[in-house]
């Protein structure tokens, strides 16, 4: 069955502009959780969403937004631009019921901010 | 602050040799614990588990993981690592009632051949 799916996989923005990236789950997935990977800093928790609540929320500022659709489909928003939010934007899914920690990752959206 | 930490930033071996990377985490109670691997170019995917039961884990490609409640680790072994094992290593941590799943920063393993 298809992976998760992230969208755009590539993009550039300059300071202060804000972003959008999406992410589509596999079928059958209710949970999304969404990472920031930056090599000094690994993998950083930003949000998880489960049946379009937000559940759980990492330590970034509110510049940092998501929402979850009712087709489990997520998106996330940031306001503002930094120059330190150029990083791999990670989108993971998984079927959720419970949090067993088992995620299926996409490929990542990597944006650059200029 | 509570958090999982990975003992090594960088590990290269020759073919053959032995691995184990080290993984501690902080938090109190009943965790989850998971090993994910990323290889060049590719999406992070689940190397191992452990949610309970059986302390020493086995997982994909000759991995194994061994649980030590008393020390709070969580330590990834392989008895003889092959070039394509190259990779970056993140141990990771669902902590005691939370729904998020916690990554170290990551070990990257060069293997040689």
């Known amino acids: 069955k298809a992976g998760v799916t992230q969208t755009p996989r590539y993009l550039i923005k300059t300071r202060g502009q804000q972003v959008t990236l999406s992410c589509s789950p596999i079928s059958g997935h209710r949970s999304v959780s969404w990472y920031q990977q930056t090599p000094g800093q690994g993998l950083q928790f930003l949000f998880e969403?489960?049946?379009?609540?937000?559940?759980n929320k990492g330590n970034f500022p509110g510049r940092f937004s998501g929402r979850q659709f009712s087709n489990s489909r997520s998106e996330m928003n940031v306001s503002t631009l930094e120059l330190g939010d150029s990083a791999l934007y990670l989108c993971?899914?998984?079927?959720?019921?419970?949090?067993?920690?088992?995620?299926?990752f996409g490929e990542g959206s990597r944006l650059t901010v200029l | 602050a509570q958090s999982v930490s990975q003992h090594n930033h960088h590990v290269i071996l020759s073919e053959a040799a032995s691995l184990e990377l080290g993984c501690n985490y902080s938090y109190g109670g009943t965790v989850n614990l998971f090993w994910y691997v990323q290889y060049p170019g590719q999406h992070l995917q689940l190397l191992l588990k452990?949610?309970?039961?059986?302390?020493l884990v086995k997982g994909i490609k000759g991995f194994e993981a061994e649980f030590i409640k008393s020390k709070f680790s969580f330590n990834l072994r392989k008895p003889s690592v092959q070039w394509s094992d190259t990779a970056e290593y993140f141990c990771a941590v669902t902590p005691p009632a939370g729904t998020a799943l916690i990554f170290g920063k990551g070990t990257t393993l060069s293997v040689s051949s």
């Open positions: 452990y949610f309970s039961g059986d302390p």
């Open positions: 993971a899914s998984s079927l959720g019921t419970l949090n067993t920690g088992e995620l299926f």
């Open positions: 969403y489960f049946s379009e609540t937000q559940r």
